[in-house]
């Protein structure tokens, strides 16, 4: 029972995927050798690209969303009230088999990659990101054939670069990179539509952030005059969005640009705000907005 065996994971137990169970295979010697106990038969996965595994942690799709599966024994979903109603919204359920996934263990990073709206004859063109250390997803836009977590092989000193490429300025990774070290450093890797591997490594793509909404004065209106989007680094610009009607659709202004003082000035008059934020070139951290300038606007 249970359907086709989708997937194995090893290590010190064995855990057995299948299209609706999961079973744990656990080495007991003879005569039976191998113990075969059931997890779960109400979770298994569709898509067996889809199950990726670190130490003692298992991610996988399963028919109604995304779970990790701990120590062999505890599933917790981690896309419930977060990813799994836009994922099966935006994936495109003719190719369940394009689904790849992999984990990034530097920056603890469990990305799933997926053919969604947009895509090319099921060629994955989305990913969902889950940082498993802060239980938080993010999303970005990338055309690739499929993930991959790659072991560098063999390390490189200075001198040895020109190996590579007689020019600094033309090596294929910048200097800090892993991928030098060698020693078998796992990385996340993917392969492009080219058939070449790559290490996500290069320049940043930019980035959208979206805060929560807020009424900014309470049971009023509020007219918000500027506010500071907090971003170290880049290139940053913001858009208010706002509505007077939960029943209402959110309605974007325009982009501002950041000012010498590092506010974007605006007038906006509404119940309900919220801010987006976007940070493009060489930024690091967006926080979040803050320095609110609001004011009452009353009850109508």
């Not at 199950?51 to 003692?56: D, H, K, L, T, V």
């Not at 600094?168 to 892993?178: G, H, T, V």
């Not at 209106?221 to 939960?246: D, I, K, W, Y």
Request: some cysteine; aromatic content about 10%; overall charge negative.
């Amino acid at each position: 029972d249970g359907g086709q065996v989708m997937g194995l994971v090893g290590g010190e137990y064995g855990v057995i995927f299948q299209e609706r169970a999961i079973r744990r295979m656990t080495y007991v010697g003879s005569p039976i050798i191998f113990q075969i106990d059931k997890i779960s038969l109400e979770h298994g996965t569709p898509a067996e690209g889809s199950i990726a595994a670190f130490e003692s942690m298992v991610f996988f799709l399963s028919d109604n969303g995304f779970y990790r599966l701990d120590n062999g024994s505890r599933l917790t979903p981690i896309g419930a009230q977060k990813v799994d109603r836009y994922f099966f919204n935006d994936f495109d359920a003719t190719y369940p088999y394009r689904i790849t996934a992999a984990v990034d263990p530097l920056n603890k990073l469990y990305v799933v990659s997926y053919p969604g709206e947009g895509n090319v004859n099921g060629t994955p063109n989305k990913l969902l990101i889950y940082n498993w250390d802060v239980d938080r997803w993010s999303r970005a836009e990338v055309e690739l054939e499929r993930l991959h977590t790659a072991a560098t092989q063999s390390g490189y000193t200075l001198d040895q670069l020109d190996n590579v490429s007689s020019s600094l300025d033309a090596l294929p990774f910048s200097l800090d990179s892993r991928v030098w070290t060698g020693a078998g450093r796992l990385l996340l890797a993917g392969f492009n539509t080219d058939h070449k591997i790559g290490f996500f490594n290069g320049d940043n793509l930019d980035a959208v952030v979206e805060t929560t909404e807020a009424q900014l004065i309470p049971e009023r209106r509020a007219l918000v005059t500027g506010f500071r989007p907090m971003v170290q680094g880049g290139t940053v610009t913001a858009q208010l969005g706002t509505r007077n009607r939960q029943s209402e659709p959110v309605v974007w202004n325009g982009e501002i640009a950041v000012n010498q003082f590092g506010m974007c000035n605006t007038r906006s008059n509404a119940r309900y705000h919220r801010a987006r934020i976007k940070a493009s070139g060489n930024f690091e951290h967006i926080m979040g907005i803050d320095d609110i300038q609001a004011s009452s606007a009353g009850l109508r």
